[in-house]
Structures are given as C-alpha cells and as structure tokens.
C-alpha cells in the first residue's frame, strides 16, 4: 500500500515537474516572437512608412507609431493589434485611392513589424532639460565630470556623450564605468545616485543641449534572441532568474519587469533601473565594466529589448466571452469556427496558422478588401474592437 502510494506521489511530482518546465519553456517562446531590428527592414520595404511615421521620419497620412498616448497598456501588441484592425477601412480606402497595389505580408514579417513598433513605443520619451539641469546638479554629476569644461576632472568629459541620442547608449557607457565611479565616489564622499521616474531621461536632454553637437548617434533597434544571449554570456543569468530560471542571488526579473508598479514603463526607466543596482551588484561580484564583460552600445541594445520583451507576455483573453463576442460582432456570418465545416463560410483559423493578436493583424492586412467587400453586399459595418475584446476573440479561436 505504502509503495503504491509512493509511486503514485513520484507519478504527481514528474508531472507537475514537466508541468512547469513546459510553462517556462512556452512563456520565453512566446516573448522571442519576432525580431525588432528586422521589423524595421518591413517596415519599410512594405511600404508602411509611406504613410506612417515612426519618431518623426515617414510619411504624415496615418498617425505616427513611435509614439503612444494615455495608458502604459497601449504599448501592448493586443492594443497595436486592435488600433490596426479598427483603422483597416481607412487603410483600405488610402490604398484604393492611390491605387497602390496590395502587398501581402508573411506572419513572420507581421510578428517583426509588431516586435519592433513595441521596442520604439517603449523607447520613446522626450526629456525635459530644465529638469536635467537640477537631476545635474543634485545627483552631484559636476563633482566628477566636466560639461563644456566646467565642472571636476575626475571622469571623463560629458559633452562627447551629447551625441548618443538614446539613454541606451548612457546605460552602456555607465554601466562599463560603474565600477571606477563608485571608487571614486567613495572616496569624495559622494552617494551613489539614484535615478527616479524618467531622471535619466531628462539628464540626457540636458547634456545633449548643452553640448549642442550636430553630430548624431542613434541605435538600431534590439534584438531579443541576441539579448537573450547577451544575458547569458555576460553572466547576468548567473544571479538573476527569469521565470524562474536562473541565479537566486538577485530578484527574478521576469516578475519584477511585469509588476505593474515597476519603475520600467520605458526603456529610459528601465536603463536607470539598472544603473540604481550597480553598487549592489558590485558587492555582489559581478564583473560590471571589467575586461570582456562590458556592454557596447549594440549589445545593451539587445539586452534591453530582451527585458523589455518580458513586460509584454500579455493575460489570456476568456473563451466564453470571446464566443459571445464573436457572435456579437456577426464573424459567425461570414466565418465558421471549429472542425466541422458550413457552406458558404470560411473556416477560421486558417489551417497551419497559429492564433494571436498578430495572427488577427496579418488575416486583417492580407484578407481586408476581400473581407471588406463581403460584408458590404451583407450589409454588415466593420467590427470594432478593444484589446480585451480581441484577446478574447483570439482565445476562443485558439480552443477550436
């Protein structure tokens, strides 16, 4: 009795054992989905820059994408999902009228363009220099470092980092310093500073207006699959776990970067973030700005896209409401879900496809004028959507 019992329980364990390596394994699947860098190549060779902007360079007929108004949840893919889907009757008008022709889009490229309209959104956020002039101040940056040659001698001359316009290149740059800098400071009796809210952002306004240099740095955008990497070869993974795998000496990043009152809404605040714990992870023996170990400007890129890719593993939507809701909006007219088939109706999802808000995108951006031209001799007007509504949709398709 005891034995089978015991078996039993080894049974359970095993299980749940496997149970939670898959979880893990299917969340870093989910987050890796997509390449910013070769979003941007589709990006344009698709001609989406034609008629939109992306900070500030594009065309001026749809609305910029670099940038995101009102809540931290709008950056997310569900809410850029939902945005395209709802705008799809202009597009399709736009297009008809310039007579351009369709060009179709893979759901690998649509997964890349997502991937990298989530890194910009997240990236952008214009500092106010006014208030880097006081963060320069009372963090004690002039104690150490000149600015237009004022100010103290012990660390280089910031006036050259004037021309990286991104707090990525900063976080590089500091970082692969913080091990001096701290000695240093130490000594002068200088505390380490912190960086709150969007400090560093503002810092690096003041800077680059102070040093008025017309020459221009700028990044291209992270990859998470390198930075992913990047974590692991530069020892990062060797104190912290994500998801739960991992070092145990720091916090789990994963759950730190999902919490919803983290200090990481932007790339910005997360590269201070990270600069906050240098002294910490100093103590701790971690090779900051020691040797191989240091981070270029590219590699930091990468990691932060990597992080950064953890915020956005977005809730399940609910099947029974996205049934009702499918219902609701009339797809049951044109659309049938499940294995059997319906005259006259497309089955949904296509065979082979996986389902996503993406998925939804690349259907909509593929199918729209065909869809379109459908549900006017139907009769039937477009289906709006929210993000919660389109997660719930994209469930429902995913149990059938």
């Not at 297009?95 to 890349?112: N, V």
């Not at 021309?163 to 400071?185: E, F, Q, T, V």
């Not at 995108?361 to 031209?373: E, F, I, K, L, T």
């Amino acid at each position: 009795m005891q034995k089978k019992i015991g078996q039993r329980s080894l049974r359970i364990f095993l299980f749940l054992l496997i149970l939670s390596f898959s979880s893990l394994l299917y969340a870093e699947t989910v987050i890796l989905k997509g390449e910013p860098s070769a979003g941007w190549d589709a990006f344009y060779t698709k001609g989406c820059i034609a008629c939109h902007s992306v900070w500030g360079e594009g065309g001026k007929e749809g609305p910029e994408l670099g940038t995101v108004r009102g809540r931290r949840a709008d950056i997310s893919v569900s809410a850029l999902a939902a945005g395209m889907w709802n705008h799809a009757p202009i597009m399709l008008e736009h297009r008809i009228l310039k007579k351009a022709a369709t060009e179709s889009i893979s759901q690998k490229e649509m997964s890349d363009i997502f991937a990298f309209l989530v890194f910009m959104r997240s990236n952008i956020e214009i500092g106010n220099s006014s208030k880097g002039e006081k963060v320069f101040r009372e963090k004690k940056c002039g104690e150490c470092h000149t600015l237009r040659g004022k100010g103290g001698r012990i660390g280089p001359e910031l006036t050259t980092w004037g021309r990286y316009s991104s707090p990525i290149a900063w976080a590089s740059l500091m970082l692969n310093h913080a091990a001096g800098m701290k000695s240093a400071m130490r000594d002068a009796g200088i505390r380490w500073p912190v960086f709150r809210g969007s400090e560093m952002v503002d810092l690096v306004a003041y800077v680059k207006e102070v040093a008025g240099s017309a020459e221009k740095e700028y990044l291209s955008p992270g990859s998470p699959s390198k930075g992913r990497s990047i974590f692991r070869k530069k020892g990062c993974a060797n104190c912290h776990s994500i998801f739960g795998r991992g070092g145990g000496a720091g916090p789990d990043l994963s759950r730190r970067l999902i919490e919803k009152d983290a200090e990481s809404s932007t790339i910005s605040q997360l590269a201070g973030l990270m600069w906050n714990h240098a002294p910490q992870m100093i103590a701790s023996g971690a090779p900051i700005g020691r040797g191989s170990r240091g981070f270029t400007a590219e590699e930091m890129s990468d990691l932060m896209a990597y992080l950064f890719s953890l915020k956005y593993v977005e809730p399940r939507g609910n099947a029974y409401l996205g049934k009702k809701q499918f219902e609701a909006k009339k797809c049951v007219i044109c659309h049938t879900v499940g294995k059997k088939p319906e005259s006259g109706k497309i089955k949904i999802p296509l065979p082979g496809r996986e389902v996503s808000s993406i998925y939804m995108a690349w259907a909509m951006w593929n199918h729209g004028p065909q869809m379109r031209d459908k549900m006017k001799e139907k009769g039937i007007s477009w289906p709006l959507m929210n993000a919660d509504e389109l997660r719930n949709i994209v469930e429902y398709l995913k149990k059938h």
